[in-house]
Structure formats: structure tokens, C-alpha cells
């Protein structure tokens, strides 16, 4: 019976994990892009995100400058596409428009929000401040969440206390074990029923599902109450309240951060994590409640040893919660200073004192109460003392979780190739980049200051030098495109190998900011080919377009970097083109301009080119040329 | 034949003046403003953190050829230079001895980093405001000194100010501890009196 209830188990975490990506569905690419400058106005918006939105409380609204909808308010889940919304437009004129999203996680129902634009032959609209990406979670699920966390440890905490630790001695103490379990259910039904509540009519299925299930576990833990002591034994009740503490343990983990990143071992550490909190605070609790009563008047000797007993319980979880809540920390944190200045770094400090607290007090009892009761020496007082103080830390422990896990976490799926994070002087700096592909790049910087993004930087420079060749250094200026938010787009990481680029940061009245990144670029096989290498000895050629995806009478730039046989830029050479394709383009010199462009930079600049497949061939004074295709779309 | 000599005197003295300089004047911003060019950088490039170094000016005017050197600007241009975003330092302008249309004005950078020469005033009537920012194709950054010290490493006095103040950030620390030991100290000598007094 209990090989076939740990099989449903098994497959139910499998088939739940099936829909998870991201507990926070964020922005990872769209089409029109993001800042993208349009000659012809587009049919459809589509948004991808880092996990799949529940459709119905998701939104994606396409906004002209004077802040009218303009899309057809038919947003839908692509199915060719994953992750994806879409959203029809009608026929809209040459301008500016603004694609302001809402996104609610199926997995735990938390919203995410954001703004991009796109222009037709205009200029980019600015993108008003739409407040946190992530707004804070209301008191009703922090209450929610707090509750059924304290449900989910009284049951499981008071099962294992009363099936290993001690046994109900007396009908006082049996009385005692099912009001905790009243307390117990009915925590895990309210809490569930609040999250219910919060979310509202827009709640996903999946977390609808689990919600229900917790909520059972509650409602079956109260009924076996009823259950006459002929049909359900006191043993069997308590393997059986276990089992649903266990299983509403479950559920929690399920639409945690750890479900939400898709991988089976953080879901494993993460219900490790939640068991082993459970079977520590419940335990305090139940020794509390339960067993202190009837001890408080038996012979030390024999409290002395349940202490032991539960102090090597409480030994083991609290390593286990020690060694998966640092994995944890480790995994969804980006830097230490998360830890104080972030939300979820913030409740995670707090936990982690309140465990802290718990720990000395757990300590105190196992090292020097209990003993001294072993061996009659002293009173029960003070260890009655630091298991209410256990207890009191217990409430404020499940307050900081309920607070973390409606957070969200620092290290969040983006869809950035490359984003990393450094701290200057108080100021946190994130680099993020659209590809780590030669060529055009898009640079976002996003600057914050504790909690707050820093508007307004009188500059943000990002300079670019090369560590294997001299390529020079260049300079791209970022123009602040949201609150905190800096992005400049450019092609100065043109060459494959590893580039430096400092990220420097001038505020009002302080020394500049900078931070130092590495970041590798390349263009690894099977991924789309944005850069063509053309051989043509001696010489290599690094040909890319700007932009990547030329339309028809658009004005274009193709870039050609030329190395020799060390990687070297060759300098001082004459770089011509012809084209073939749908239509006649006379032939073009490149122009070289080492002193904006970089050394071995070359660049042809053309009005625009007709639509269809274009062969050009590129030729070096004094080598041979070789063949670059472009595909212009119309 | 001496007007000759004279001749390839000056050709030579031209020629060696402008590979002498050019290297100075590449890593300077030139920058049209009207018909006068300006040649702005640091006066000792590159430009090392800590040592006395100088706004270098040069001003011509393109309208006649050659270039004339535009003098007298030290009364009518003032320069201030900032590091960063911090207020700004108010230099002053001097002419430079023996070199018509060059002017400095002395500072010593205390800070690594991006600098900004800021010039205003009148150059022969018209008026000016133009902000020259160290930088990739501009002029060059203040940089630090630590590759090139040999043998021995010596702190910057920014750097020796950081372990002053970490110092006594580690004797404040203590003093709080001190502090708090005591308090502690005392409560736990009074507690002890009054359970033994208690148990007497």
C-alpha cells in the first residue's frame, strides 16, 4: 500500500514539473524587437517569455504615443512558438508605439510586468515607469502562505514527534496531539483558500490543482480525527497525518522557485528543505504543547531523555536545512549583497537569523538543560523557557518563508546570452546583452542603488577593448531607456575571442562608477549564423550586417573586419564589393576609419537594397574575395 | 647659399617639431568650434594618478593657411576640469611660454578615471562652451601607477586614506565592543550580587 501511494507521488511531482519553467514569466525576446526602428508597419506583436503564461491573466497591450490601444485585444498563446503571446494589429500608421505586457506564472501565480517599444519610421517613444517588474505580494497571500506553512509543519512536525520521539503518554496528552491537528488542517485549508482568494478569478489551473490538493491534505488530517479507533488505529492515524503533512509539503514545493526553474534536483532539495523545516518547528510545537504539560511534573531523567532524543532529530534537520538552504542561496542569489538589498535576499537575512535563534536556543537545550535533567541536577523551568522562546521564533520563521517565496528571486530568467552582476562603490551594475555573437549587439545596463533603480546617471559608457588582439578601444554611450534601465545598441565586439567591456557610471556629485566585465564572444556550430567568416588568404573576413535583418530600401551598413593568419587587424587595405541579386547595385569601396571604428575595421553603407537573396562578393586589394549572402526581407 | 642653409634650417626644425609633437597631439581631441580648432588633452600623456600634470590647450584658426596660432585667451577663456560627477575644479589659464596659441592650467588628479576639460569664455569675439571628455579617440584616461612602480609598491594617498579609514573603522568597532563587553560585564557582576545575596 505505501510502495503504491510513494509511486502516485513519484508520477504526480513528474506530470506537475511537466508545465514548469520560471516561477515569473520575464521578457526574453519579441518580434518587432525591442527598440526596434521599423520601415513597414508589422501584422502581429509576439512576445516570448522564460516560461509559459497562464493566458488567461496575462496580457499584451501595443499603445501609440498618445497612450490608445491599438492592437486587435486578441492575445493568445502561440502554438508554434513556446512561451509565446501574440497579439493582432490593425493597420497602424508611422510612429512610435509602446508594447506594455503582464504576465501571470502558472506555476505560482505571481505577475510580472514590463514595457518595450518599436517605431515605424519615427523615433523611439520614451517608456513611461511602470513601477516594479514584480509588484510586492499582498498581505492576504503573505497571510495565506504563513498559514499553510504552519499547517504543513504541525502535521508533519506532530506525526514524527509522537510516532519517534514520544508517544502520547495519558488521555490529557492524546487530547492535546488532536487539537494540534485541528490546528493544523484547518491552517492548511484557511491558508489555502486565502492564496485562492488572492489570486482570483485569473488563478492558474496548475496552482488551482495543488491548492485543492493542499487543502484536501487539511481536510483528510481533521476527518481522521473522526475516524472511530476500531477502523483507524492511533498508529495508523499518525502514519497517516505524516504522509499528509508530507504531501501538502509537496504541493508547496511544487509552486515554489525551485519548480518554477524546471530542474528535478532543486524540486528534490527544495522538499528536502521544506520536510526538514517542517519536522524541526512542528517538533518544538508538539513538544511544547503536547508533551510539556504532562512532563512538566515527571521525573527530569525521563524529560532528559525525550530532549535527547528530539535534539538528534532536530540535529539532523537542521543540517539538512543548513546544506539545501545555502544550495538554494547559492542558486537564487546573484551577490552577497542580495542578501540585503533585495526583497527576497531581505526575507531570506530574516529566516535566516530567526533559524539562527532557533539553533542557539535547540543548542542550549541539547547541551546543557538536558543533561542536567538526565542527571537530576535541575529544574525543567529553563528548558520550558527556551521551548516557548522556540516556539515564538517558529511563528517568525514561517512569516519570513511566506515572504521569500512570494518574492521574486534575484537570479531570474532573462533570456540574455550574457548577464552578470558587480557591485562599485554601492551601486549594483548588471550587463546584459542580447547575443555573445559577433557583431551588432544590444547592451542593457541596469543600474540600482539598495533596492531602488538609479534614474537619471548624467552618463553610462560601456568601453570595449579586446584581450587577444589590439583592436583598439571603443566607446558606446547608453541613453537611459526605462527607470534604471540603460541601452546602447553597436558592434564593437566585432572580432570572436574574449572582450573587456567597462561598464562606468557618472551620478551627480560622486566619482565615477565602473565595473570591469569579461565577456566571451563567439559563434558556437548549429547556432544561427548572424557573422559570416570568409577565408580568403592570408586573410580572414568577419562580415556581419547592421541591421541583422536588412528590409527592402532600408538603409544598410555591412561590416567587414579583416585579421590576418594571427587574428591580427589588418590595416591600410583596400576592401571593394559588387553585388549581384534582384536588382543592380553598383559597386562600393569600403570606407576604413580606424579612429571611430576600430584598426581592421572596414564598413560599406548602401541606401538600401532591394528584397530577395543577394550574393556580394568582397574582395582585398591584394588577395583574393570571397562571397557574403544576404537575405533582405521585404 | 647661406639663404639656402637657412631654408633647410627651418624645413628641418618644422619637420622635427612636427614628429616631436605628433605623438602628443594623437592622443588629444581636436574639435572644430567655428573656424578655430581646438587641440585639447593632458599636457603629459599618458596621465598618471598622483603626479602634477596640466590642461593642454592649443587654439587656431583654419581661415588662413597655415593655421594661426590664436593668443591672448588666458583673459578671455576660463577652463574648469571635473572628475567623474564631482564638482568641478576652477583652473587657471595661463599662456605657455614660447609656444603661441598653447595655454595650461596645472591640477594634479587625486583619482583614476574620466576627466572633462570644460572651456568657456570668448575666443577673438565669439563665444564658447565646449565640455572635452577623456575617453577611446579623445585623450586618455588618468591612469593608475601600481604596473609601473618598481620595485616596491607605494600606496596612493587615496588608496593610504582607505586603510586610515578602514583603521578606524576596525578602532571604532573595538571601542564598541569594549563598550558593550563592559556593560555586560557590569550587569552580569550585579546579577550575580543579587543571587547571592538572594540565596544568603
Redesign the interface.
Known amino acids: 500500500m505505501r510502495g503504491v501511494l510513494a509511486a502516485l507521488v513519484a508520477a504526480s511531482v513528474l506530470i506537475l514539473m511537466g508545465g514548469a519553467a520560471a516561477a515569473h514569466a520575464n521578457y526574453v525576446k519579441s518580434n518587432p524587437a525591442s527598440d526596434a526602428r521599423l520601415t513597414k508597419p508589422p501584422t502581429e506583436v509576439r512576445v516570448t517569455f522564460s516560461e509559459t503564461p497562464d493566458a488567461r491573466g496575462s496580457d499584451v497591450a501595443v499603445l501609440d504615443v498618445n497612450s490608445n490601444r491599438v492592437d486587435k485585444h486578441d492575445v493568445t498563446l502561440v502554438s508554434d512558438e513556446p512561451n509565446t503571446l501574440r497579439v493582432s494589429l490593425g493597420a497602424i500608421g508611422d510612429g512610435g508605439y509602446l508594447v506594455s505586457w503582464t504576465t501571470v506564472s502558472a506555476v505560482d501565480g505571481h505577475e510580472t510586468k514590463g514595457a518595450f517599444a518599436f517605431a515605424i519610421n519615427a523615433p523611439l517613444p520614451a517608456i513611461k515607469d511602470i513601477g516594479p517588474s514584480a509588484p510586492p505580494p499582498s498581505a492576504l497571500e503573505i497571510a495565506g502562505r504563513a498559514l499553510s506553512y504552519a499547517g504543513m509543519a504541525l502535521l508533519t512536525g506532530l506525526a514524527f514527534f509522537t510516532m519517534f520521539i514520544r508517544v502520547p503518554a495519558d488521555d490529557a496528552e492524546t487530547r492535546r496531539e488532536r487539537r494540534l491537528v485541528i490546528v493544523g488542517g484547518a491552517a492548511l485549508v484557511a491558508g489555502s483558500a486565502l492564496l485562492v482568494l488572492n489570486q482570483g478569478t485569473n488563478i492558474p489551473g496548475r496552482l488551482l490543482l495543488l491548492l485543492a490538493l493542499r487543502a484536501f491534505a487539511g481536510v483528510a488530517a481533521l476527518l481522521s480525527l473522526a475516524a472511530p479507533p476500531r477502523f483507524l488505529p492511533a498508529d495508523a492515524r499518525r502514519e497517516g497525518i505524516a504522509f499528509l503533512g508530507l504531501a501538502a509539503g509537496l504541493t508547496a514545493t511544487l509552486v515554489s522557485h525551485a519548480a518554477a526553474s524546471g530542474d528535478l534536483g532543486s524540486v528534490a532539495v527544495d522538499y528536502l528543505h521544506v520536510t526538514a523545516v517542517s519536522i524541526w518547528l512542528g517538533g518544538v510545537v508538539a513538544f511544547a504543547y503536547v508533551a510539556m504539560p504532562s512532563a512538566r511534573n515527571a521525573d527530569p531523567r525521563q524529560l532528559g531523555a525525550t530532549i535527547w532524543r528530539f535534539s538528534l532529530t532536530a540535529l539532523v534537520a537542521v543540517a539538512v536545512i543548513i546544506s539545501t538552504g545555502t544550495w538554494a542561496a547559492f542558486d537564487r542569489l546573484v551577490l552577497i549583497e542580495d542578501l540585503v538589498e533585495t526583497p527576497y535576499g531581505i526575507a531570506l537575512l530574516a529566516k535566516i537569523v530567526l533559524l539562527g535563534g532557533l539553533l542557539a536556543l535547540g543548542a542550549l537545550n541539547l547541551l546543557v538543560w538536558g543533561p542536567r535533567m538526565r542527571r537530576g541536577l535541575t529544574s525543567s523551568a529553563q528548558f520550558w523557557r527556551g521551548v516557548i522562546g522556540e516556539t515564538a521564533l517558529f511563528a517568525g520563521v514561517l512569516v519570513a518563508a511566506a515572504f521569500l517565496t512570494s518574492f521574486a528571486p534575484p537570479a531570474q530568467a532573462n533570456g540574455a546570452a550574457f548577464d552578470e552582476t558587480k557591485h562599485s562603490s554601492g551601486i549594483r551594475i548588471e550587463l546584459l546583452t542580447a547575443t555573445t555573437l559577433p557583431g551588432r549587439n544590444r547592451f542593457v545596463v541596469r543600474v540600482q542603488q539598495g533596492l531602488a533603480p538609479i534614474s537619471g546617471a ?1 552618463k553610462v ?1 560601456l ?1 570595449f577593448t579586446m584581450v587577444e588582439h589590439d583592436m ?4 558606446l554611450v547608453a541613453t537611459e531607456r526605462a527607470p534604471g534601465e540603460y541601452v546602447a545598441e553597436g558592434s564593437p565586439t566585432a572580432m570572436l575571442g574574449t572582450w573587456k567591456v567597462q561598464v ?1 557610471v ?7 562608477n ?1 565595473a570591469l566585465f569579461t565577456v566571451p564572444v563567439s559563434q558556437p556550430a548549429g547556432q544561427e549564423a548572424t557573422t559570416k567568416i570568409i577565408a580568403i588568404p592570408p586573410y580572414q573576413l568577419i562580415v556581419f550586417s547592421e541591421p541583422f535583418q536588412p528590409q527592402a530600401g532600408a538603409p544598410l551598413t555591412i561590416n567587414v573586419v579583416v585579421v590576418d593568419s594571427k587574428g591580427d587587424p589588418v590595416t591600410g587595405k583596400k576592401v571593394h564589393a559588387t553585388f549581384n541579386g534582384p536588382s543592380t547595385a553598383p559597386p562600393l569601396d569600403a570606407i576604413e576609419n580606424t ?2 571604428l576600430g584598426p581592421g575595421r572596414y564598413r560599406f553603407t548602401l541606401p538600401g537594397l532591394e528584397a530577395g537573396s543577394w550574393k556580394i562578393t568582397i574582395g582585398v586589394s591584394d588577395a583574393g574575395s570571397g562571397v557574403y549572402d544576404l537575405e533582405v526581407s521585404r | 647659399m647661406t639663404r639656402f642653409i637657412s631654408l633647410v634650417v627651418a624645413a628641418l626644425v618644422v619637420v622635427s617639431s612636427l614628429i616631436i609633437y605628433g605623438g602628443t597631439a594623437a592622443a588629444h581631441e581636436r574639435r572644430m568650434v567655428g573656424p578655430y580648432q581646438f587641440v585639447v588633452g593632458w599636457l603629459n600623456e599618458p596621465a598618471y594618478v598622483g603626479l602634477m600634470n596640466s590642461l593642454d590647450l592649443r587654439v587656431t584658426d583654419t581661415r588662413v593657411t597655415p593655421a594661426k596660432a590664436v593668443e591672448g585667451l588666458e583673459k578671455t577663456v576660463t577652463a574648469d576640469v571635473q572628475s567623474g560627477g564631482l564638482a568641478p575644479l576652477s583652473l587657471t589659464v595661463t599662456a605657455r611660454f614660447g609656444t603661441a596659441g598653447a595655454y595650461n592650467g596645472y591640477v594634479m588628479p587625486t583619482a583614476t578615471g574620466t576627466y572633462i576639460f570644460h572651456l568657456k569664455g570668448k575666443v577673438e569675439g565669439l563665444d564658447i562652451d565646449e565640455k572635452f571628455e577623456s575617453g577611446p579617440g579623445r585623450f586618455g584616461d588618468i591612469e593608475a601607477t601600481t604596473a609601473l612602480q618598481y620595485p616596491n609598491k607605494v600606496p596612493t594617498a587615496n588608496e593610504i586614506g582607505a586603510r586610515l579609514g578602514d583603521l578606524q573603522s576596525g578602532i571604532d568597532q573595538t571601542r564598541l565592543l569594549s563598550g558593550a563587553a563592559v556593560v555586560i560585564g557590569v550587569i552580569a557582576l550585579g546579577a550575580a550580587f543579587a543571587i547571592s545575596r538572594r540565596r544568603a
Open positions: 548624467q559608457a568601453r583598439g578601444e571603443q566607446e562606468i557618472r551620478l551627480a556629485g560622486r566619482p565615477d565602473s579612429a571611430e
